[in-house]
């Protein structure tokens, strides 16, 4: 069993779809990383959180501690969201970002 | 201002053939990290500085993978006897300070090995 998995793995939604991404890990966390990763390779840090929520533009991120568990909101989805959005966890102890495997989305016009 | 930036952005390479891969974090960022990338898969960690100092090497796959930041600032990953298994997207990331700020990624570079 991974210590991050990531659902669904792959998700395709229509323009203006609501997408939710959801992450869960298992060991003990001091920060969790939503990424994006165009293809390519460039990957682009969307959020860095310890709890609660952050938003920015149509992009939420929640965390819910004790159930080790977050999710990536998309509001509006827009066909350039069409990335993989990548889950990683800094662990309590060490310097390794440990990752979940992506979510590949594909937004339809 | 500048990001990471990585060289070169592709690279192959026959098999047994050594290997260098540079990177150049943003200026001032004192963590520095190297990730591998297989197809279809998400990153797994290699290596991680702290200025010119190794801090965790425990990822490196085996002992032909090396990694090096002597000034600390640019960052050079070596692979040494190439095998068809070291073919990945291989990923460089900076960070302010310590591995618990924020870390920007560079565009990574390719290696194929045939």
């Known amino acids: 069993k991974n210590e991050v998995e990531q659902s669904p793995q792959n998700l395709t939604a229509q323009e203006g779809e609501f997408i939710t991404i959801n992450c869960s890990y298992s060991v003990g966390i001091s920060a969790l990383h939503w990424l994006q990763q165009h293809p390519g390779g460039g990957i682009v840090s969307l959020f860095m959180l310890s709890s609660g929520k952050k938003k920015h533009g149509r992009l939420i991120a929640t965390i819910n501690i004790q159930e080790k568990h977050s999710s990536l909101h998309i509001t509006a989805s827009h066909p350039r969201d069409s990335a993989v959005y990548i889950c990683?966890?800094?662990?309590?102890?060490?310097?390794?970002?440990?990752f979940g495997e992506g979510t590949q989305l594909t937004v339809n016009p | 201002g500048a990001g990471v930036s990585q060289s070169p952005r592709y690279k192959v390479a026959k098999r047994g053939q050594d290997v260098a891969l540079r990177c150049d974090p943003i200026?001032?960022?004192?963590?520095l990290f190297w990730y591998q990338q297989a197809l279809g898969q998400g990153p797994e960690f290699l290596t991680y500085f702290q200025n010119e100092a190794q801090l965790d090497k425990s990822g490196l796959p085996s002992d032909r993978f090396f990694a090096e930041r002597p000034e600390g600032s640019v960052s050079t990953l070596k692979i040494q006897r190439t095998q068809q298994e070291d073919s990945a997207v291989y990923l460089c990331?900076?960070?302010?300070?310590?591995?618990?700020?924020?870390?920007?990624f560079g565009p990574g570079t390719r290696l194929t090995v045939t």
């Open positions: 200026s001032g960022h004192v963590s």
């Open positions: 990683a966890v800094k662990e309590t102890s060490g310097s390794r970002l440990t």
């Open positions: 990331a900076s960070s302010r300070r310590t591995s618990s700020y924020e870390q920007y």
